[in-house]
């Protein structure tokens, strides 16, 4: 189960993301007016910054270990640093965009 964290806690982070995205976007599943969880934003924004940090750490020291999966560890790095790397830049084009437009 160790070997497996990074990859799934990453996974488990894109979907979080995804499912957010589309109910923001109004998008199926979801239906029009159905967007009210812009208050929960907050919330969900942690649980994906604790999921990645805490998967992209058990993903270096998997890397580390010479008895590790390196592909696997490798899968975990790249999905944990996405999960990690959307909502940064999200927020930094939203700021880009309320500042200069």
Not at 33 to 54: A, C, H, N
Not at 68 to 95: E, H, M, R, Y
């Amino acid at each position: 189960m160790k070997k497996y964290f990074p990859l799934s806690a990453g996974i488990l982070a894109l979907v979080i993301e995804t499912m957010v995205f589309l109910s923001l976007m109004e998008l199926p599943p979801f239906g029009k007016g159905d967007s009210d969880i812009i208050w929960g934003l907050p919330f969900f924004g942690l649980i994906v910054l604790g999921l990645t940090i805490f998967g992209l750490r058990s993903a270096m020291n998997s890397k580390r270990d010479p008895q590790g999966d390196g592909k696997l560890a490798t899968a975990g790095l790249v999905v944990n640093g996405l999960g990690l790397a959307i909502p940064i830049l999200l927020l930094l084009f939203g700021i880009i965009r309320a500042v200069f437009l």
